[in-house]
């Protein structure tokens, strides 16, 4: 049996952690988390009191907390921010402070720890608009929004700390879409799912702009792959991880064939095209992280609609279009009080 080891994982209780550290704990990790749980204490529930779990509820700003909490751990994910543009645009100075500021003493007290590898999940939005055909890790950051930037400029903070005793990795993600024990219904994919099952109604704002997807399972099956990559594949690099390059539009047409299959009283699933304000576009290459890494997404766009319409049916996903939990705007919108005095992980 192979040495078991300690992941700590920032905002662990969020979209993605909550499908990542049931999976960690299957794969035999030692988990530790910290978060402060914004959506509930229950996200986690399905995995509570494991022996190999531990959950500290708290703030990735404060020093002496990380400090103690990483003590002991090996790897590092870090998952934990204030989640897309919107949330960052409701408080920025708290949003940049998070995403940003605490970004160099978080990597410096992580190394100062003992741990020895250090995976950040930035975003694939980095690129902002580009009408590039293949947008490669090559091509140029020029983020239209503070999110963005902030996410992108962590990038060159974390490999300055890269040594042979500190292997450092960002995965840029795609937009991920698909079922998590803290759901998103915020994200395109998940959106759209959401409003076919339960308005019998698809609203597409724009439909032209480009999107690049990734299953939230092909991305736990990535965070577990980084864990035991060789350092000399990853050591100081960016990876783009996405699947399937479509514009709004062509994504909510495979939703609806989903939805239209799957319930037969969303057979005249209306459509609705309404102007939007985001420009965002761009089709991002995942060609690198294929060829170096051997990674390559596993799961469509369609299973992750078909995971959905599962959660809906079996009332895993209560009050979806009104309750404000599933949404991380309406969610901080309802805490923005509470945030600035106690933050980490809105995600």
């Known amino acids: 049996m192979k040495e078991q080891r300690t992941v700590f994982v920032t905002g662990g209780a969020g979209y993605v952690g909550c499908a990542l550290v049931p999976r960690l704990l299957e794969e035999g990790y030692r988990v530790r988390i910290l978060d402060l749980y914004l959506f509930g204490d229950h996200v986690l529930d399905h995995v509570k009191g494991h022996p190999n779990l531990e959950q500290i509820k708290g703030d990735i700003r404060d020093a002496k907390l990380l400090a103690k909490s990483v003590r002991g751990c090996d790897s590092v994910i870090h998952l934990a921010c ?7 645009e409701l408080n920025p100075e708290l949003s940049k402070s998070i995403n940003y500021e605490c970004f160099r003493p978080l990597v410096s007290i992580c190394k100062e720890n003992g741990v020895r590898r250090f995976i950040y999940a930035s975003t ?21 929004t503070d999110y963005n930037k902030y996410k992108g400029l962590c990038e060159p903070i974390l490999f300055e700390f890269q040594s042979p005793e500190f292997t450092t990795v ?10 998590s024990s803290r759901q998103r219904l915020d994200l395109t994919v998940n959106i759209l799912t959401n409003h076919a099952v339960n308005d019998g109604k698809i609203t597409v704002y724009g439909g032209g702009q480009m999107r690049p997807n990734i299953h939230i399972q092909d991305m736990v099956d990535l965070y577990v792959q980084l864990l035991v990559a060789e350092e ?20 909510a047409e495979i939703v609806a064939q989903v939805v239209r299959t799957r319930l ?7 459509f609705e095209v309404v102007p939007s304000a985001d420009i965002r576009s761009y089709r991002i290459c995942s060609d690198k992280i294929r060829e170096e890494l051997g990674f390559v997404p596993k799961r469509t766009i369609e299973q992750a609609v078909h995971d959905l319409v599962d959660a809906f049916e079996q009332n895993r996903l209560p009050n979806s279009m009104s ?3 599933y949404s991380n ?12 005095a106690c933050a980490g992980a809105v995600q």
């Open 329 to 340: 705007i309406k969610a901080m919108q309802q805490m923005e009080k509470l945030l600035p």
């Open 170 to 179: 960002a995965i840029r993600p795609a937009t991920v879409c698909g079922y």
């Open 82 to 88: 204030i989640s897309n543009d919107p949330c960052f």
């Open 323 to 325: 309750d404000p939990r």
């Open 264 to 270: 037969p009283d969303r057979k005249s699933l209306e």
């Open 124 to 144: 694939s939005s980095v690129y902002g608009l580009s009408e590039a055909d293949s947008v490669t890790e090559d091509h140029p950051l020029v983020p239209v």
């Open 232 to 251: 000399s594949l990853i050591a100081g690099k960016s990876f783009n991880a996405g699947y399937q390059n479509h514009t709004v539009r062509e994504l």
